[in-house]
Nanobody, 128 residues
Framework: QGRLVESGGGLVQPGASLRLSCEPS????????VTWFRQAPGREREGVSS????????HYADSVKGRFTISSESGTNTVFLQMDSLKPEDTAVYYC?????????????????????WGQGTQVTVSS
């Protein structure tokens, strides 16, 4: 059974940076898209950024454009989310999820229901 493992969360001050990692286990992501979601207390899960791992196509939520960068490492297919200029409103549990490329598009990348694999989440807290 394939799964995803997130790491890299933590407590940082506003303006700081963090890099999250999403490592696949038991699944090869060559034909998948990987998306980072986040969920803050009392709020719905929202799509943050998405990457077609072998295509290189990316999508970003408006709230993170220019501050977050999604990328992948060839060979391991580990997917990273570089988060710069963090704000208190970025505080949430961050999850990565994977879906086969043929089920993924620019119009549905942020819809949680399409994803086949999920990680357990990593907490990001931005506070002074």
């Amino acid at each position: 059974q394939g799964r995803l493992v997130e790491s890299g969360g933590g407590l940082v001050q506003p303006g700081a940076s963090l890099r999250l990692s999403c490592e696949p286990s038991g699944v090869t992501l060559d034909y998948y898209a990987v998306t980072w979601f986040r969920q803050a207390p009392g709020r719905e899960r929202e799509g943050v950024s998405s990457l077609g791992v072998t295509e290189g196509i990316t999508h970003y939520a408006d709230s993170v454009k220019g501050r977050f960068t999604i990328s992948s490492e060839s060979g391991t297919n580990t997917v990273f989310l570089q988060m710069d200029s963090l704000k208190p409103e970025d505080t949430a549990v961050y999850y990565c999820a994977a879906v086969l490329l043929y089920n993924w598009s620019g119009s549905n990348w942020d819809q949680a229901w399409i994803y086949d694999y999920w990680g357990q989440g990593t907490q990001v807290t931005v506070s002074s």
